[in-house]
């Protein structure tokens, strides 16, 4: 899965997030294509983002960094860690989540 912006490493951190839990992009609804933040798309998209509406959250958006396996918005919301591979998510990026999902 090709993840863009600007990365800084294979887990999907970026330069704007990139702490030990910083490890998921997020496919925006607008365009398709995963991005590990919000600033990201907006420095690499030539369009505004669009919000995943919650009739559209049991598709998978949300991408593991760490064992790439990929998640429904739903199931993403939900979790604290990555039901795949274990690996925890950053609770801080809950303050984000109106930019992401609507």
């Not at 800084?8 to 330069?15: G, L």
């Not at 398709?32 to 958006?61: I, N, S, V």
């Amino acid at each position: 899965m090709r993840v863009f912006g600007v990365t800084v490493d294979d887990e999907t951190r970026c330069v704007h997030y990139r702490t030990e839990v910083d490890v998921i992009a997020i496919k925006f609804a607008c365009c398709g294509r995963y991005y590990p933040c919000h600033l990201c798309h907006a420095e690499d998209a030539d369009h505004e983002a669009q919000t995943w509406p919650t009739d559209q959250w049991a598709e998978p958006a949300v991408l593991c960094g760490v064992c790439k396996g990929e998640m429904a918005v739903r199931d993403y919301l939900a979790a604290t860690s990555c039901p795949g591979c274990g690996a925890r998510f950053n609770e801080r990026c809950a303050a984000h989540r109106h930019l992401y999902f609507g």
